[in-house]
């Protein structure tokens, strides 16, 4: 009964992470967890997957959803895998889905590896992304940012 409250009340925002894995087979663990008006972590659904290409994400993904009565969160964050996001726009078109900001920040060392200064550029970064207030003021020290380091045309 909890369990079923809780998918009724806490769907809009899910994230699902890919990032456990749970035993000797290398088996990809999903949780799919949601965030109560208490701000806790709730978990929301789970499963142990064999593969993590499209097709399971899709099984994986159609499964949660009917156990929601095929009602879509608003919104899901996950890792950058291009599987996971192959699948939610095929299962969930009109989901919004965004990139986990832990993965991002995780991944700037090796992105900003051969910028002079990477130890500011790495914090103004950080900076950028959590204090722009508006999408104006980001797209706008976003610009800046680049130009500074020389970014353009990396990846």
């Not at 659904?45 to 949660?64: H, N, P, R």
């Not at 200064?117 to 950028?128: C, N, P, Q, R, S």
């Amino acid at each position: 009964m909890l369990r079923e409250l809780s998918l009724k009340e806490f769907y809009d925002v899910i994230c699902l992470d890919t990032t456990y894995l749970v035993n000797r087979y290398n088996m990809p663990f999903a949780l799919f967890v949601g965030v109560n008006q208490h701000r806790q972590s709730i978990l929301l659904g789970c499963a142990l997957m064999s593969s993590e290409d499209i097709t399971s994400y899709k099984i994986v993904l159609s499964t949660w959803l009917g156990a929601l009565n095929n009602v879509r969160p608003l919104a899901i964050m996950t890792d950058q895998c291009d599987s996971i996001k192959a699948a939610i726009n095929a299962s969930m078109p009109n989901t919004v889905h965004r990139y986990c900001i832990w993965h991002i920040f995780a991944k700037l060392p090796t992105k900003l590896s051969g910028v002079l200064d990477g130890k500011i550029a790495k914090a103004e970064f950080k900076v950028l992304v959590l204090d722009s207030i508006s999408v104006a003021e980001f797209e706008r020290r976003w610009t800046d940012y680049i130009a500074k380091y020389n970014l353009d045309g990396r990846d």
